[in-house]
């Protein structure tokens, strides 16, 4: 198979920039692994795909200039090794030019080829054929043996090693966390797991890891016996999430301040404006806090990283005004000054006026939580 030779006066993408674009394809990571004369060879890739189910085979495509590209084709055999979460090491280690890549890895040959242990797949494969594109050669192999383990993967995007985050495991976590919030009354109460796992129809498996995650949050405390302890929410808790919040919007406002744009900076005024017009409306605090998530949202949202988000949103205990402000009077409660200011100061793009007003603004709302929890017994 030839690849026919470009017109001259066709369009030709910078280097630089298709390097960026296709970076943002998200990908997994596998390692090729292969063995001549009983010497293992082995290097980092990600373009790899399933190529057919009847036969099974693959696709793989390894640059010319990898040492290990040369011994595939002499071997004629080799092994994708699909790396897990827990991996990360082996994606630098391989991807590097070295003599010694398997020196201390843990191998398991499988029809004469190596495979790495503790991968999250291993396929071995016979090529069939090889096509040239580029700099790089397409390898399409026939599935020999193919098995699998039940972690994580490593994902490959914009140039960077991460993991994989699952919806479905993000929103566990979220219900969990929300039924915590909101049973308040258990604070201090030993529950069965096997309760929450029924009340909330997750597995046991699921509602561990979500559990995992609120214990970081401070939320929860694991016991024996399956049980977890709920733990009140202090002030010191509160304290510590507010200027968390704060240190995390600072951030992004000081790096990405440049990705705010008109269109963005005007949703954002015209939150505000929605909130301010709530102030008088008896029994909207809930609404009214809504829409501050999402002006904080549009904020941490310039960064592009879902990610941070989360991390930012995990910091949020609105339980405590549920819990602590008075219906009747909840618009007594928040001042929306400094808000006010954040938001002008996004307008004229003022990074440190807009860092300024986070600032104070997280400095009002912790003094108002410590006020708040004094008057209702120091905790909720």
């Avoid at 920039?17 to 390692?31: E, K, L, P």
């Avoid at 069965?192 to 561990?208: I, K, N, P, Y």
Wanted: proline share 3%.
């Amino acid at each position: 198979m030839s690849t026919p030779a470009l017109d001259d006066a066709e369009p030709r993408v910078d280097d630089d920039v298709f390097r960026h674009v296709v970076g943002h394809f998200a990908s997994g990571v596998a390692v090729v692994t292969t063995t001549v004369d009983g010497v293992a060879f082995g290097t980092t890739v990600s373009a790899v795909s399933s190529l057919s189910m009847d036969p099974p085979m693959m696709l793989v495509c390894l640059n010319r200039s990898s040492h290990t590209h040369d011994q595939v084709q002499r071997a004629q055999r080799f092994a994708i090794n699909v790396l897990s979460a827990e991996q990360t090491e082996l994606a630098f280690r391989f991807a590097k030019k070295s003599d010694d890549k398997f020196a201390g890895v843990a191998v398991e040959e499988v029809l004469g080829v190596p495979t790495l242990e503790g991968a999250l797949a291993r396929i071995v494969c016979s090529v069939d054929e090889e096509a040239t594109g580029g700099t790089h050669t397409v390898f399409l192999g026939r599935v020999l043996d193919a098995r699998a383990s039940s972690a994580q993967p490593l994902t490959y995007y914009r140039g960077a090693f991460g993991s994989f985050h699952s919806e479905a495991e993000e929103h566990a976590y979220l219900t969990v966390r929300r039924w915590v919030l909101e049973h308040r009354e258990l604070r201090g109460d030993s529950i069965d797991l096997d309760l929450v796992a029924g009340a909330l129809e997750l597995s046991r498996e699921t509602l561990g890891r979500a559990i995992a995650k609120l214990a970081v949050d401070r939320l929860v405390t694991v016991e024996p016996g399956n049980r977890i302890l709920i733990l009140p929410i202090t002030a010191e808790l509160m304290r510590d999430c507010v200027e968390g919040r704060a240190a995390i919007e600072c951030g992004v406002l000081t790096t990405q301040m440049s990705a705010l744009t008109d269109d963005v900076a005007r949703e954002i005024r015209d939150i505000y404006s929605r909130m301010q017009q709530l102030r008088s409306v008896p029994g909207a605090m809930r609404e009214f806090l809504d829409l501050n998530t999402m002006l904080q949202d549009r904020i941490t949202g310039l960064a592009g990283s879902l990610e941070l988000t989360r991390a930012f949103n995990r910091m949020g205990i609105g339980a405590v005004w549920s819990h602590t402000v008075p219906v009747e009077a909840w618009d007594e409660f928040f001042d929306g000054t400094s808000q006010g200011n954040l938001v002008a100061a996004l307008e004229r793009r003022d990074v440190e006026a807009a860092c300024r007003a986070v600032q104070a603004h997280a400095a009002a709302t912790t003094t108002l939580v410590r006020e708040l929890l004094q008057s209702n017994g120091g905790s909720v």
